[in-house]
Structures are given as structure tokens and as C-alpha cells.
């Protein structure tokens, strides 16, 4: 996947973008430095599969590319490119006519040919407890699935979900609060079973999804 340069943080979006919109290669060539492993680790979570996360962040930025000069920068950038990601993973999924899951991430036509230590997102790898979150996240509906990514893993406040998702933010909230409810539910059978292994308490083990099961 992408460069693992470090882009420079010292110019703003906007710089940015104003340097793209006056013909400035560089300045769109910072921003996807700035923001694409980002991007890849939230569709990577999202579709389970890094083969199609990649395809959705190149479009992703093949079109924010080519409207940037519709953006209005009354959002944040990665704001607007995470909708425009949603958007190319819909399209592409239709198109395919079918959903990648989660759960299908060992198959052959998602296995990522990177090394683990040159994986973006190599740290959400390593325990059995993400993983096991990984694939609860796959078995949620797409609406759920979506919001609590946004939420717990891209750290978005309500009102950016809200522009995002295009809702208000007590849908949020009442969403975001059935998703959670639909996760913890998908994981009890797991944290039970290692708590009997463990010869720990559930209430011990809950607390490692603390973060996203609330």
C-alpha cells in the first residue's frame, strides 16, 4: 500500500489545496501522503479485505481529485474523502453485486501480499482480542459497521459522523448507541469463553473493548 513517508504536517489542508487547485502537483501529492494509510486502515476495518480497501482509497482519491474544486472547506478534507470513500465502496460493491465480509479476510482473494511488519495497519493485527473485534465488526449491519469505525477508530465527534453520514446528530447518537449494544452482543460468546480459559471475570475482559463497547 502507500508510501510510509512522513507528509509534512507543517502546511495546513487548505495551503494544500489551494496549491492543487492552481495546477501545484505537490500540493495534492501531500494530502494523499497526509491522509491515505489513514484511510486504508478505516476501509481496511470497514470491508475486511485489503485487496478492495486499496481499490476504494485509489478511487477515493481519484475523485476527491477531480471535484476538489467543488470542496467548500466548511468540513475538514479527511471528512469529505471519507465520504467520497464511502461512496466509491458502494459503488464498487454493487457492482460487484455482492458484499466483501470481514469474516473473509484469510480467503485468497483478499489475502495482502505485504509483509506484516510493512502492514499500515499491522498494530490492529496482533492480539487475538482485535481480531476477534475485526470479525464481530464484519457481522454487524453496514450502518453500524460504519458508525462505529468512524467513531471509535477514526475518532470523529458527532457532528463531523453527522456531515459525514449526512443525519442529524440524535440519529447518531441513537445509532451509534444500537451499534455498540449489537457489537458487545456479537462478542459475548468469545469474552465467556476466554474468561473460562482464563479463569477470569467477564467484567475483567469487557474492559479490553472498553474503547468501542460501551
Keep these: 500500500m502507500p508510501s510510509t513517508a512522513t507528509p509534512d504536517t507543517a502546511t495546513s489542508d487548505r495551503e494544500l489545496i489551494d496549491a492543487a487547485r492552481r495546477g501545484e502537483q505537490f500540493g495534492f501529492e501531500q ?65 460487484r453485486g455482492k458484499t466483501v465480509s470481514l469474516e473473509t479476510v484469510g480467503e485468497n482473494s483478499c489475502q495482502d ?11 490492529f493485527e496482533r492480539t487475538e482480542d482485535q481480531q476477534q473485534v475485526r470479525e464481530a465488526l464484519g ?28 443525519l442529524n446528530k440524535g440519529t447518531v447518537r441513537s445509532r451509534l448507541a444500537r451499534a455498540r449494544a449489537s457489537l458487545k452482543k456479537e462478542l459475548t460468546a468469545y469474552v465467556s469463553a ?8 467477564t467484567a475483567s475482559l469487557n474492559k479490553r473493548f472498553s474503547a468501542i463497547v460501551k
Design 31 to 95: 494530502l494523499v501522503e497526509r491522509y491515505q494509510n489513514r484511510l486504508f486502515i478505516a476501509m481496511r476495518n470497514d470491508v475486511g479485505c485489503p485487496v478492495l480497501a486499496e481499490d476504494i482509497v485509489q478511487e477515493a482519491f481519484v475523485r476527491a481529485f477531480r471535484f476538489l474544486d467543488s470542496f467548500k472547506c466548511q468540513s475538514h478534507f479527511y471528512t469529505w474523502l471519507y465520504r467520497i470513500a464511502l461512496n466509491s465502496r458502494r459503488d464498487y460493491i454493487r457492482n
Design 113 to 123: 501480499s505485504s509483509k506484516p511488519s510493512d502492514r499500515p495497519d499491522n498494530r
Design 139 to 166: 457481522r454487524l449491519e453496514e450502518n453500524h459497521r460504519t458508525i462505529l469505525i468512524l467513531r471509535e477508530f477514526e475518532g470523529f465527534d458527532y457532528q463531523s459522523i453527522a456531515d459525514t453520514l449526512h
Design 194 to 201: 476466554k474468561s473460562v480459559s482464563a479463569g477470569s471475570t
